[in-house]
């Protein structure tokens, strides 16, 4: 019986390391499996057990080093679209009754009717008027 190349062996053990990616979704054992093959590639162009193994934590670990910050802030960026309320905020609208700093008015905002008060005190808005919406409290709008 002929023992296995030891390229065989790196390939496995990129595939096994591939398998848990698939299930727990951590980004390091990607890297792994990349140094893993790169170890698999050093061993089929005649590389020694040493330069594999070097291959293999060289690689693992510029990946660590230089694609796992920038993985991370992709993922812990989230979405690119706002939802809810967050994305009223600096919608345009149009005024149906007197909107001002005191009691507040009536806006038309995004095909429904809200109630709305001034964010300045002294600022006055007549029905017809376009304004911007700078927050939403509770189920009110403030606007400018």
């Not at 990616?21 to 170890?39: D, H, K, N, S």
């Not at 960026?77 to 009754?97: C, D, I, N, S, W």
């Amino acid at each position: 019986m002929e023992p296995v190349d030891s390229w065989i062996w790196w390939l496995l053990l990129a595939v096994a390391l591939g398998i848990p990616l698939v299930v727990t979704a951590m980004p390091e054992l990607a890297m792994f499996a990349v140094g893993a093959g790169a170890a698999a590639l050093t061993a089929g162009l005649g590389g020694g057990v040493v330069p594999q193994f070097l291959v293999f934590v060289a690689v693992s670990a510029a990946l660590l080093v230089f694609v796992r910050p920038i993985a991370y802030r992709q993922l812990k960026k989230g979405p690119g679209y706002r939802t809810g309320v967050e994305a009223l905020t600096g919608a345009t609208a149009v005024v149906q009754e007197t909107v001002d700093g005191g009691e507040g008015g009536r806006i038309k905002l995004n095909g429904e009717i809200w109630s709305a008060r001034a964010l300045h005190p002294g600022s006055v808005f007549e029905p017809g008027q376009q304004v911007d919406v700078v927050e939403i409290q509770g189920a009110t709008a403030l606007v400018v």
